[in-house]
């Protein structure tokens, strides 16, 4: 029954040690861990843990040693050093995925693509090679109207011209086709 007490005693006196030490090196402890993490939540974290080992080891504050601050301070330093290094070694943490995000995406059959590249190579080079160029700076190269005259040196308004008649004859070539203009060339001529 003594012992019983005696340890009550001994567990009233260190939660009264680590009151009076949060109260007095509470402030300095959160700034200096808040310093060190840049994180205040992470930094309050450490400070618990900071004062739970105080209180694990009383004997420490009390032996007139160096000073309380300083190990407290130490402490924490450790503590901050110790969880950086176990982050490090372990993998990336990565979120959560959504089944449906998670989920591969669905591509379309690259043959289709296929055709309608080669329609597409095979309808310029029906048109005249003053057309196709224009076609090709423009809507492949993406230049601008003013660069792709600069690029084949011609005023910009034979540029435009020329775009408006290959356009037209793109147009009237494909819709009279049996099934109609390729998604590639519909892109340019529509």
Request: glycine share 6%; no cysteine; proline share 4%.
């Amino acid at each position: 029954m003594s012992q019983l007490r005696s340890r009550a005693r001994q567990s009233t006196s260190d939660e009264a040690l680590v009151r009076a030490l949060y109260e007095e090196h509470g402030r300095a402890l959160l700034a200096y861990a808040t310093r060190l993490t840049g994180d205040r939540a992470a930094a309050e974290d450490v400070v618990q843990e900071t004062l739970i080992r105080a209180w694990r080891h009383p004997e420490v504050l009390t032996n007139g040693k160096g000073s309380v601050r300083g190990w407290l301070l130490t402490v924490t330093r450790n503590i901050v050093t110790d969880r950086y290094r176990a982050k490090a070694s372990r993998p990336t943490e990565v979120a959560e995925v959504s089944e449906t995000a998670a989920a591969p995406s669905v591509q379309r059959d690259h043959a289709e693509q296929i055709v309608d590249s080669m329609v597409l190579m095979e309808a310029l080079d029906q048109l005249s090679p003053d057309h196709r160029d224009v076609l090709v700076e423009i809507y492949y190269r993406g230049h601008t109207v003013t660069e792709t005259a600069g690029r084949l040196g011609i005023p910009e308004g034979t540029v435009k011209s020329r775009a408006h008649y290959a356009l037209k004859a793109l147009r009237e070539k494909y819709a009279r086709r049996p099934g109609g203009t390729p998604a590639r060339l519909q892109e340019v001529v529509v």
